[in-house]
């Protein structure tokens, strides 16, 4: 890649625009950073110690769980670092090793999420089936399926985009290395490369959506047919918190990468703080505050075991 570019390192701009609140970003990242990591850590030992929550359900969540903290982990300590250091320089290989970490956990969270809700779709409309079907292999196959096809989907369009010359321009108008602005600066044509992350991202995004709203229109379909209001009430909840993790990340992603890259401005760091860390950090708490048994193995943690 060096032949290719004169390029040895990229400048962020992140949020240098607005001087005058440093401090108060650093703060907000900090403290968004450091909740984040203690809320998913502190989901996956419940999950880890408590053997009510050994089912595939918890299974899927704990790996939703360490997904989020690598998905924060790659941007949001070097945002921090760079506010305090006053340095908005990355290197040409640190810059698609963050675009490309970035990428690769956020194409297999949107995979777990679809395999999430297919979980959710055997536990409602075959209850009486569901242990015998998602079986603990069943649920390891699934989870590495996920992480295998984040790799796969993730690979190609970063290595398009590493072969693109890049002469002089080497200002990152975003507050991390991401695609669209790295296509931006690029002095070659990308428009292959654009139509190629915009092919991938789609397949990725689209199959995946099309697998939740199938998985949630059967489900929907086995609950109108339960007679109880209770027994639908029950089916409903079970389903709650995943419907809304699964609403905001897909609709964040689609408006972030199914589109030109010509649209880049604020409004997609705005957007990007969304996906890349507030969904990290309320993640866990939707799945954790809306659910029984999770808040039920937290004070069995907390009161008996003095674990936590």
Known sequence: MRNKTNVNEFIILGFSSVQEYQNLF?????????????????????????????????????????????????TVPKIIMDIVRQNKN????????????????????TILLAVMSFDRYLAVCFPLRYSSIMTQKACFVLAAASWVFGFLTTSCPII?????????ANVINHFFCEAAPL???????????????????????????ILTMTSYGCILRAILKIPSATGKHKAASTC????????????????????????EGS?????????????????????????????????????????L
């Open 90 to 109: 990355i290197s040409f290989s640190g810059c698609f090793t963050q675009l490309f970490f970035f990428t690769f956990l956020g194409a297999t969270e």
């Open 183 to 209: 296509l931006q600066l690029s002095c070659s044509n990308a428009d292959f490369q654009e139509l190629f992350v915009i092919v991938c991202a789609s397949t990725v995004i689209l199959s995946s959506v």
């Open 240 to 263: 709650a918190s995943h419907l809304i993790v699964v609403t905001t990340f897909y609709s964040t992603m689609f408006a972030m990468y199914i589109k030109p890259t010509a649209s």
């Open 160 to 168: 398009k985009i590493s072969e693109l010359h890049f002469c002089n």
């Open 26 to 74: 650093l703060a907000f990242f900090l403290t968004i950073y450091l909740i984040t990591l203690t809320v998913n850590i502190s989901l996956l030992t419940i999950i880890r110690l408590s053997l009510e929550l050994h089912k595939p359900m918890y299974f899927f969540l704990g790996n939703l769980s360490f997904l989020e903290l690598g998905y924060i982990s790659v």
């Open 267 to 307: 409004l997609n760091k705005i957007m990007a703080l969304f996906y890349a860390v507030f969904t990290p950090l309320v993640n866990p708490f939707i799945y954790s505050l809306r659910n029984k048994e999770v808040k039920e193995a937290f004070s069995k943690l907390v009161i008996k075991k003095g674990v």
